[in-house]
């Protein structure tokens, strides 16, 4: 089946720690992107990814770092720069057209807490 | 710059209650406008979504129109169910950046 794989689903970080967040798509999508979700905030973007090897900065991406080698995978790390980390954080991709963009297809989540 | 709001809720409805969540929006151009659902422990899914004015989009039961004049694109059911519940987002896409509502939480009581 297709779809979006998150992983793990349960992080926990030490102070002064990174951390990658792991998502993987075989939806053949080309964009893929970040979102971090608090409560009563709702989703804001972190990163997104239009093409392999090209990535642009969304909303909040200070404390966070991204690659795009590969075309199914789009990682997050949270560093150490990130003060305040603890958020449910959901990746997504859609194809790159007119009518598909805005149609995004999310993983299940990964919920991140510091220790 | 581009935004979206909605509604705060949350929203408790008993069961066959009519449903209205609303979503104004503040975009450059004609962005395409949608609603998604996130049942809880879940990532989102797409739930309806309209790409010019006047457009109604469908789904489920759900249905919304894109109102230019009034920039709005307000989420309506006629009868609510108790799987209803979830939580509602309203979002636009422009450009490259999809940007989203801060959800609706909505109970139904059975």
């Known amino acids: 089946d297709g779809g979006i794989t998150q992983s793990p689903k349960y992080l926990f970080r030490k102070e002064g720690q990174n951390v990658t967040l792991s998502c993987e798509q075989n939806?053949?999508?080309?964009?893929m992107y970040w979102y971090r979700q608090d409560p009563g905030q709702g989703l804001r973007l972190i990163y997104y990814?239009?093409?392999?090897?090209?990535?642009q900065k969304g909303d909040i991406a200070e404390g966070y770092s991204v690659s795009r080698e590969k075309k199914e995978s789009f990682p997050l790390t949270v560093t150490s720069a990130q003060k305040n980390p603890t958020a449910f954080y959901l990746c997504?991709?859609?194809?790159?057209?007119?009518?598909?963009?805005?149609?995004?297809?999310f993983g299940s989540g990964t919920q991140l807490s510091v220790l | 710059g581009n935004s979206v709001t909605q509604m705060e809720g949350p929203v408790t409805l008993s069961e066959e209650a009519f449903l209205t969540i609303n979503c104004t929006y503040t975009?450059?151009?004609?962005?395409?406008l949608f609603w998604y659902v996130q049942y809880p422990g879940e990532g989102l899914q797409l739930l309806l979504k309209?790409?010019?004015?006047?457009d109604k989009g469908s789904n489920k039961g759900f249905e919304a129109t894109y109102r230019k004049e009034t920039t709005s694109f307000h989420l309506e059911k006629g009868s609510v169910q108790v799987s209803d519940s979830a939580v509602y987002f309203c979002?636009?896409?422009?450009?490259?950046?999809?940007?989203f509502g801060k959800g609706t939480r909505l109970h139904i009581l059975p």
């Open positions: 990814s239009q093409i392999v090897n090209d990535f």
């Open positions: 309209a790409t010019k004015a006047d």
């Open positions: 979002a636009l896409s422009r450009d490259d950046k999809i940007i």
């Open positions: 939806l053949n999508h080309d964009a």
């Open positions: 975009a450059t151009g004609y962005p395409s």
């Open positions: 997504a991709s859609s194809i790159v057209t007119t009518g598909g963009r805005g149609k995004l297809f």
